[in-house]
T-cell receptor, first 117, second 118 residues
Framework: DTGVSQDPRHKITKRGQNVTFRCDPI?????LYWYRQTLGQGPEFLTY????????KSRLLSDRFSAERPKGSFSTLEIQRTEQGDSAMYLC???????????????FGPGTRLTVT | AQKITQTQPGMFVQEKEAVTLDCTYD???????LFWYKQPSSGEMIFLIY??????QNATEGRYSLNFQKARKSANLVISASQLGDSAMYFC???????????????FGTGTKLQVIP
């Protein structure tokens, strides 16, 4: 399977704990995106990487959130001191760079569903 | 103003019938792209169809077609011959800044839940 993968698929944690999610994009894609999706809503942009550089961050990304893509391949999203409001589906997507493929869509992973109790 | 507006929270359609899911958008960019995604209950986002702002023809992909009316800023999805497996959430999305070399912002609507009735 050469699609985007995410791990874990589900995470239940207690309020105040730290959690880390991983995303493995499609190997030839240099662009990687994180989104958050709450119940009944569409995905909301969190952050964007081009290779290892984090080029855009949403205001939704509070100081408790940090994302990395150290070698320009996989990415991690960490949430510190989780709150109940962090409960959501966290989606990762990747896309090829301009000129190497088409810009038509982002390829999404299956998501990590976070529940904070 | 909302970038992407989907006014139908839920829709029902009889199996084998056609259904139109509405989407209007707002942008000042000249170059942008419009997408539709399907999200089944399992959660993955499945790409369905794409329309570029400069594409003169309406996009089609199998049973999916996009009714693009640029002047009205609408990009409705038409699903023909509905199947039970089409029951899912459907999201309209827009990518702006296609001419920029950097981040191209993608904004999603709130979705329409489609239920296909046997």
């Amino acid at each position: 399977d050469t699609g985007v993968s995410q791990d874990p698929r589900h995470k239940i944690t207690k309020r105040g704990q730290n959690v880390t999610f991983r995303c493995d994009p499609i190997s030839e894609h240099n662009r990687l995106y994180w989104y958050r999706q709450t119940l009944g809503q569409g995905p909301e942009f969190l952050t964007y990487f081009q290779n290892e550089a984090q080029l855009e961050k949403s205001r939704l990304l509070s100081d408790r959130f940090s994302a990395e893509r150290p070698k320009g391949s996989f990415s991690t999203l960490e949430i510190q001191r989780t709150e109940q409001g962090d409960s959501a589906m966290y989606l990762c997507a990747s896309s090829p760079s301009p000129g190497t493929g088409h810009l038509r869509e982002q390829y999404f992973g299956p998501g990590t569903r976070l529940t904070v109790t | 103003a909302q970038k992407i507006t989907q006014t139908q929270p839920g829709m029902f359609v009889q199996e084998k019938e056609a259904v139109t899911l509405d989407c209007t958008y707002d942008t000042s960019d000249q170059s942008y792209g419009l997408f539709w995604y399907k999200q089944p209950s399992s959660g993955e986002m499945i790409f369905l169809i794409y329309q570029g702002s400069y594409d003169e023809q309406n996009a089609t992909e199998g049973r999916y077609s996009l009714n693009f009316q640029k002047a009205r800023k609408s990009a409705n999805l038409v699903i023909s011959a509905s199947q039970l497996g089409d029951s899912a959430m459907y999201f309209c999305a827009m990518r702006e800044g296609l001419n920029s070399g950097g981040y191209q912002k993608v904004t999603f609507g709130t979705g329409t839940k489609l239920q296909v009735i046997p």
